[in-house]
């Protein structure tokens, strides 16, 4: 096994088993969780849960370090997108000794009535760090923000992929994802260390690979 194989691999399990003792990653078959999107899902990833714990974020910010080394990723400024990729951004900044920004949402509506927080010079290189990814499309609008403030942003650095097509939607926009873990390495830990049961396995391996028909097959709407 190449060694850049086996160092990406221990990082997605270690990280996945940060996922798992933080509590960050949660399975309810009978209630499913309501995403923002509108949609439902079995499971439930809630990142910030790792901020918490302050050797999680250790790693992690050496993780995403080890990323930017490996991978050549040139940055002037790290970015955040508001509010739950904020800490990682920070943790990632310090590491780097970058300077830092944050995308808001929605345009302040008072003040300066900013949408990025922090100064960007055009042309600056920019990288986003996000907590997760799922489809890719609250990226896409941060990106566009950050584009529109004149940074070039090709690059975006999350912890968690949920592997719902976030990476080829980013693509189609010339931004090249890396994620730290993923929903099956999560999954096949939670297996190796009983945090999940089979039925439970199997139902989130349902929604995955059709979520629009797992929707259906609860009388479940699907955006």
């Known amino acids: 096994m190449e060694l850049e194989v086996y160092i990406r691999e ?7 088993s940060l996922m798992w003792q933080a509590q960050a990653f949660k399975v309810s078959i009978q209630e499913p969780f309501r995403l923002v999107s509108g949609n439902y899902s079995p499971i439930y990833v809630d990142c910030r849960a790792l901020i918490s714990i302050p050797f999680a974020m250790d790693m992690i910010s050496a993780f995403m370090h080890w990323f930017f080394v490996r991978y050549g990723i040139n940055t002037d400024i790290v970015a955040g997108g508001e509010t739950a990729g904020i800490p990682f951004a920070a943790v990632i900044s310090q590491k780097l ?22 100064m960007i010079t055009k042309d600056n290189d920019v990288v ?24 070039k942003v090709n690059t975006c ?10 990476s080829t939607v980013l693509a189609s926009e010339g931004v090249t994802l890396y994620f730290l873990t993923d929903v099956n390495t999560t999954l096949k830990i939670g297996r190796e260390t009983q945090q ?15 979520p629009a028909r797992w929707h259906n097959s609860r009388g479940l709407t699907y955006k």
């Open 196 to 210: 999940i049961a089979d039925i439970q396995y199997n139902e989130i391996q349902s929604y995955l690979r059709d």
């Open 128 to 151: 986003l760090i996000e907590d997760l990814i799922t489809d890719g499309r609250s990226k896409l609008s941060f990106i566009q923000t950050l584009r529109e403030a004149g940074a």
């Open 10 to 16: 221990n990082i997605s399990r270690i990280t996945a």
């Open 97 to 118: 000794n970058k300077p830092m920004v944050y995308v808001r949402k929605k345009t302040k509506e008072h003040g300066e009535m900013a949408t990025v927080e922090g």
């Open 157 to 166: 650095l999350v912890v968690f992929d949920r592997d719902q097509g976030g």
